[in-house]
Structure formats: structure tokens, C-alpha cells
């Protein structure tokens, strides 16, 4: 016997999210009645908290919340009752959920301590399918003068060469320098590459009179620090 479809209305009102939201608070509903919220309305078929866990669990790899960091809006497009701007709205919640992350650190970030710089940009980098480098310039009192992104890299190799370094960090008078990029394995162990581009960024670095300070690989939450495990 085919299971017969419940619409939204059929639901008691106790259970359906919006309703549950605006009697019990935000903090009793689960991710997929969260979603609905947002999502508002299902299809004919699905009702809303439906066709939110359709969507926390299409990735192949990443289930739950974290799926939607690796969804695109073509394939979020590819779920029945999913079209344009249901999909952006997705990704904005992915979006903002990352910087309200990164935000709660911003104030507090040391750049003196590298566990302060990975938490900062933890949540910025640990869900990208590819690899990223960022370089971070610093003045004499040691206060960021630019934040610059060098290059993105396939799955599992970024470059960046010490001409695209120092010919910025000259450019805006640093007088040291952090390198920053991630590991999409989540695995922030550093490569051999990783050690040698750190050798001659370091070798070149020190040449010119712009020191570079640290590189921090992060992972999915871990870090390695070359500085914190004197590799440099």
C-alpha cells in the first residue's frame, strides 16, 4: 500500500517548525526543521521538514549541516522544489553561518598566537574544496596592513611564488609577513611542498629584509603552525 503523502496542515501545529519555533525558541527545533523555516513552503509532494532533510542529505560525503559548505546552487537546483531563490537562500545561510563564526573571534584575535589566527579563519577555510593561500602584512607595531589572496589551487596544491609575495609586501611597506592555506583533506599535516615552499618564502624572505613570521596550514579543526613546531 503506498504511503500516503502529509501535508503541512495535517501536521499537529506543536510540530510543525514554524509554530514550534515562535512557541519553544530556535533552540528546540532540529537542523531540518531550521531549514524548513527558512525554506518556508515544500512541494506537493514534500512538505518543508521533508524537503530540508533531502537537502541535508543529497551530498554523497558530507551529511547534515556541513553538506550544504560542498552544494552548489546548480546542484541544490537539482532537488524537486528547489529553484533559484530557494538555492541562493541556501547558500546565504552557509555563508553568514561562516562568518558569524569567524566573527565572534575578530575582536580577540592575536596575531602573536598562532592558535588565535587559525580559530579566526577556521570556519573561513575548512569547508573549501580547494586549496587557498592567503598572505597577511603587518606594519613595525605589528597591526595588519592588508589581508591578500594569492592563489587558489587545485584539490591538493596551491602556488605561490616569493615574486607575488614580497613584490606586495613591498607595495604596501610591510615589514613581516603570515602565509595562510588550507588542507581540503581537513589533514593539516604540511607536504613536502608545503616545507619547501615555506624554505625559500622564509630563505627569500630574510634576503629582502621582510621576515615571514609563520605559515599555518589549517585543517578541519586542527592546525599545524611551522613557528609552534620549529620548522622554519
Known sequence: MEKQHQTIKEIPVSERPYEKCE???????SDAELLAVVLRNGTKNKTSVELAREILSI???YQGLLGIFHL???????????????????????????????????????????????????????????????LIF????????????????????????PRELFVEAFRCEAVSVIMIH??????????????LTTKRMKE????????????????????VSFREEEMM
Do not use: W
Not at 23 to 29: C, E, H
Not at 204 to 223: A, M, N, R, T, W
Open 23 to 29: 512557541k519553544y525558541g530556535p533552540q528546540m527545533l
Open 59 to 61: 551530498h554523497p560525503y
Open 182 to 195: 588550507n588542507h581540503p583533506s581537513g589533514d593539516p599535516t604540511p607536504s613536502r611542498q608545503d616545507i
Open 72 to 134: 552548489s546552487k546548480e546542484e541544490l537546483k537539482k532537488i524537486a522544489g528547489i529553484g533559484t531563490v530557494k538555492a541562493i537562500q541556501i547558500l546565504c545561510i552557509a555563508e553568514l553561518s561562516k562568518r558569524l563564526a569567524s566573527s565572534k573571534v575578530q575582536d580577540k584575535i592575536s596575531f602573536h598566537s598562532p592558535a588565535s589566527i587559525a580559530d579566526y579563519y577556521m570556519e573561513k577555510m575548512r569547508h573549501l574544496n580547494r586549496e587557498k593561500m592567503i
Open 204 to 223: 627569500v624572505g630574510e634576503f629582502v629584509g621582510i621576515p615571514l613570521s609563520d605559515h599555518i596550514i589549517i585543517g578541519d579543526h586542527s592546525y
Open 138 to 161: 603587518f606594519n613595525g607595531k605589528n597591526k595588519v596592513i592588508k589581508e591578500l589572496t594569492v592563489s587558489v589551487g587545485t584539490v591538493n596544491q596551491t602556488v605561490a611564488s
